[in-house]
């Protein structure tokens, strides 16, 4: 059981936007910043999003982040079938004094 | 370019230790937190470990408390992930990867090294 809880799918058809929700607690999310990393087979993770909302350079504006009290979530717009992956959200957790990861969303591109 | 390598993975059998090693090229590393994450088979990503720049602090995951120590060596650009006690559980790819401000922004990865703990 994770310490995040992520829905363990989500699907969409191309141009769609989705979004895909990380929910914690006041601990860490509602304490600490979101991390969100792409993550497909065979493949070093990706990193999408930075503290709650920054995107690091080369992520195209597709891909954008929010977040609210102990919630976040990532949203991807203009679907596209390369986008079919796992999705991650983490956080520092202070109660724990680590980072804790969701169990991941797993994107399908219908 | 920010490059990350690990090796070190292999198969063993439990009770067993590893060291994995993570050599760090096209940054100034001794100015980065790094960390160790993992990803069991048919599983998420789960945080093992992390390193302040200076080694001053360091934080793991709960599991592996007792069992696995992180280590850096500042002047050789490497970081090292001692396992001791090695379990089944265990058995994962290891990413070795750059911890920017030590909260989980992880802006670089390895490719990861593969650890199989045979019971």
């Known amino acids: 059981q994770s310490v995040l809880s992520q829905p363990p799918s989500a699907s969409g058809t191309p141009g769609q936007r989705v979004t895909m929700s990380c929910s914690g607690s006041s601990s860490n999310i509602g304490s600490t910043f979101v991390f969100w990393y792409q993550l497909l087979p065979g493949t070093a993770p990706r990193l999408l999003i930075w503290r709650d909302d920054n995107r690091p350079s080369g992520v195209p504006d597709r891909f954008s982040g929010s977040k609210s009290g102990t919630s976040a979530s990532l949203a991807i717009s203009g679907l596209r079938s390369d986008d079919e992956a796992d999705y991650y959200c983490a956080s520092w957790d202070d109660s724990l004094s680590g980072v804790v990861f969701g169990g991941g969303t797993k994107l399908t591109v219908l | 370019e920010v490059k990350l390598e690990e090796s070190g993975g292999d198969l063993v059998q439990a009770g067993e230790s590893l060291r994995l090693s993570c050599a760090a090229s096209?940054?100034?590393?001794?100015?980065?937190?790094m960390s160790w994450v993992r990803q069991a088979p048919g599983r998420g990503l789960e945080w093992v470990a992390t390193?302040?720049?200076?080694?001053?602090?360091?934080y793991n995951v709960d599991s592996v408390k007792g069992r696995f120590t992180i280590s850096r060596d500042n002047t050789e650009n490497l970081l090292f992930l001692e396992m001791n006690s090695l379990r089944a559980d265990d058995t994962a790819v290891y990413f070795c990867?750059?911890?920017?401000?030590?909260?989980?922004?992880?802006?670089?990865w390895g490719q990861g090294t593969l650890v199989t703990v045979s019971s």
């Open positions: 990867a750059r911890d920017f401000y030590g909260e989980g922004f992880f802006d670089h």
């Open positions: 096209g940054l100034t590393f001794s100015n980065y937190w």
């Open positions: 390193m302040r720049e200076d080694g001053t602090e360091k």
